[in-house]
């Protein structure tokens, strides 16, 4: 494969269309939207119109029955419900930390999950999204990454989360009123779900588009962070065609130990990632690269750890997002000491990079960097195993 093949998953995207069934609007770029209008029996002339006026509704202002769209004639109406749904992934079940963290377990097509987290914050508010169903990257230290990769989120389930969250939030502008008067309770995404994002880059793409598309959900290219564990070849792609801001998910400091937390490194190793990394602020326009590193006891905390993380990214706008490891049942591995976490941060500051802890979030409800996985994962066991836990042979 070269360094400028699309890289891909052998996994399956389930298709907008299903056989037989109405097109699913979420999810279809403008392009896509004018051309299924177009083959609906919209009249060539007024396709543009009538696409501008479907994504004002959809997106700008939340609107999901065609019969509200009243801009529309009332024939052109019943040819859009015939023709055409507008379905959003399906909340199964919510859950609040403490914090006030909100957890969603969300049902898509073929009845799969995947989970959503929003997180608030004085002023703001961050949406953490996924991508695939389940992630083949098996990281060592993430829960999710002990769930098998089922299949790629399309666009319209990727931009469907955002929409959901929008909805429980109740941030969809009043009539009358235009978004920018409304308090943008979601004002951030960060694609830090379930799965890797560059394993599925045109769904990811066309649905980041969306939601910055300024006639709708209109959120700053600046405001969503995409977050890879280090696919190197579609790094400069994702400069080119999303323009967002980047994290890496780093977390060591030597080929030895990345390749045991993070083992896409043995594909891409560190220095062909960050030689990616130094020509992607160039290429996006974007500020800083986010080097993600959790905090495991006596794995990649020491002092010698800091100090090769500060030689390794010099050269690069940086920040060092410092975390602490969310422990989950039967994680391999323990969280450091906070006085270590403080000495780690301390060296990374002095050398004149900003090293902020990130604080956890909803870890009373299993929310936190690196916890996500389906209810219905966690839960599926075979009778055997139940037998196996429990000391007995199966009957």
Known sequence: MTATAPITQDVMTLPRKLADGPVNLIGLTRAQLAEALQAAGTPEKQVKMRANQLWQWLYQKGVR????????AKDYRAMLSETFTIALPEVVSKHVSEDGTRKYLVRIAGGHEVEVVYIPEEG???????????????????HTGTQKLVRNLTAGEIVGQIMLARDDLGEWPQPGR???????LLSNIVLMG???PLYNFDNVRDAMKIAMDPEGISLSRRRITLSTSGVVPEIARTAEEIGCLLAVSFHATTDEVRDKLVPINKRWN????????KAYPKLSNSERITFEYVMLKDVNDSDADASRLVKLIKGIPAKINLIPFNEWPGAPYERSDWARIKAFADIIYKAGYA????TPRGEDIMAACGQLKSA???????????????????Q
């Open 65 to 72: 029955d065609f019969d509200e769209m009243t801009n529309l």
């Open 178 to 184: 235009h978004p920018k008067d409304e308090t943008r």
């Open 376 to 394: 219905t994962e966690r839960a599926r066991k075979s009778r055997k195993q139940i037998a196996a836990e429990a000391g007995l042979a199966e």
């Open 270 to 277: 560190i220095a062909e990632l960050l030689d990616a990394l």
């Open 355 to 358: 090293s902020p802890i990130r």
């Open 124 to 142: 703001r508010g961050t949406l953490c999204v996924s991508s695939q169903v389940g992630c083949t990257l098996t990281c060592s230290f993430c």
């Open 194 to 196: 379930m799965g890797e």
